[in-house]
């Protein structure tokens, strides 16, 4: 073989070998060879804000939120038997359906008004700056006010026969025993409301409870149409006027209790009002934030700040005017002086379990504020819905037991 041919197949063995032979690419064409890339890294995801159940009993904040109207339900329940008071010679008994029928109606009416407060509150806590991440929320909360406000309507005008009814005891169906009477309620409720519309008139015309609870339930059947209006229009409808409405619907509530026969009659009236209205705010802003808000990191960091600004006054104002209609309700005892009617007088005992839930709840709340809030502002992982369900609770079996109380003479 001649030195030129050595030399063209050594060409040809080293094209081989390149990998040039057989490809329709010409060299100037070739890739570069792909160096590995860098693995990425993927942004941090904010770690969830609750791990924890909502109260530590359920992940469902619909659970959840029946839990609460449960606990105040029971409380109002069974303060009701503890508090019973024995039958008067002469007058006619009363059903058991109605003295636990009213408890109950008149517990739903207070969390039906707080859950409307409460969920137009969340509008204002949350802000109007981030449309796209607020308002899928604020529709829900929009139908949930609407339901609220219906439940609240039907509640007080239940409440308003339940009250006559108990005026005029004699006719109310009564059955042989307690638990028929309970059992059959519902029938009994009926049957008086058709048979004695006349006596439920004149409960409305002559005692002062009738035309608060009337009031109240006009101010509900506003706050249906204007519910009505914010799921359609929106924020249009301001929560200003939607969070009034309630507030004026709270005010009359104390009419229906034994302190308009005090003696300090206006004083406490005043302090009743403040109390009603500051409690429910606190509660309500607090279960709309928590509910809606304790697994969205981002929002729950906007708006429980702006909550636990108003509900530093809140807790001060509820202990303060709790503390005063408590005191001067004791001082009116025509059977027990001071001190020994705080322990010897069911209004005394009762008030003292709320002061008791009052005392727990500033407890709960000053934990929340001091080291669950710099977490939630952080970003960090909390448990504010364990915390924050827990003062919930507390707050709904205080709920319970202020229905009763409000309808417990000092003595």
């Known amino acids: 073989m001649t030195d030129a041919a050595r030399q063209y197949v050594r060409c040809l063995l080293k094209a081989c070998h390149d990998g040039r032979v057989g490809s329709t690419r010409s060299p100037s064409n070739r890739q570069p060879p792909v160096k590995a890339r860098p693995a990425l890294r993927r942004p941090a995801v904010p770690a969830p804000t609750a791990t924890s159940k909502f109260a530590g009993v359920t992940t469902s904040a619909a659970w959840f939120a029946a839990l609460l109207a449960a606990a105040g339900l029971v409380a109002a329940i069974v303060s009701t038997g503890a508090t019973q008071q024995a039958s008067i010679a002469g007058l006619p008994n009363v059903s058991a359906g109605i003295n636990y029928g009213i ?21 204002k806590f949350l802000g109007f700056d981030r449309p796209e991440r607020t308002e899928p929320i604020m529709i829900k909360a929009r139908r949930l006010a609407y339901w609220a406000s219906w439940l609240w309507t039907m509640s007080a005008l239940a409440s308003l026969v339940l009250l006559s009814a108990q005026v005029y005891a004699g006719n109310f169906p009564k059955r042989s025993s307690a638990f028929l009477d309970v059992v059959t309620a519902p029938y009994s409720f009926f049957e008086y409301l058709v048979t004695s519309p006349h006596l439920i008139g004149r409960y409305v015309a002559n005692v002062p409870a009738g035309k608060g609870l009337l009031i109240t339930a006009a101010f509900g059947v506003l706050s249906i149409w ?3 209006a914010s799921i359609k229009y929106g924020e249009t409808v301001p929560a200003e006027v939607r969070v009034g409405i309630a507030a004026f619907a709270l005010l009359p509530l104390p009419l229906t209790g034994h302190a308009s026969d005090w003696y300090w009659h206006d004083f406490v009236m005043m302090s009743m009002e403040l109390h009603v209205v500051a409690s429910s705010a606190w509660a309500g802003g607090l279960a709309a934030c928590v509910i809606f808000l304790a697994r969205s990191p981002s929002l729950l960091a906007v708006a429980l700040p702006r909550f636990s600004r108003l509900a530093t006054y809140c807790v001060f104002l509820v202990a303060a005017t709790g503390l005063f209609s408590g005191i001067a309700g004791l001082a009116t005892s025509k059977v027990t002086r001071m001190p020994q009617a705080i322990w010897e007088t069911h209004y005394g005992l009762l008030l003292i379990v709320k002061l008791t839930c009052i005392a727990l709840v500033a407890v709960t709340a000053l934990h929340v504020r001091r080291v669950i809030l710099p977490r939630i502002a952080r970003r960090e992982k909390n448990s504010v819905a364990l915390w924050a369900g827990l003062e919930l609770v507390v707050l709904a079996v205080a709920f319970g037991v202020a229905v009763v109380l409000t309808r417990s003479a000092p003595y």
């Open 103 to 123: 408890p109950i109606f008149r517990t739903l009416l207070d969390i039906a008004v707080v859950a409307a407060m409460g969920l137009a509150l969340l509008s």
């Open 226 to 228: 204007l519910c009505r």
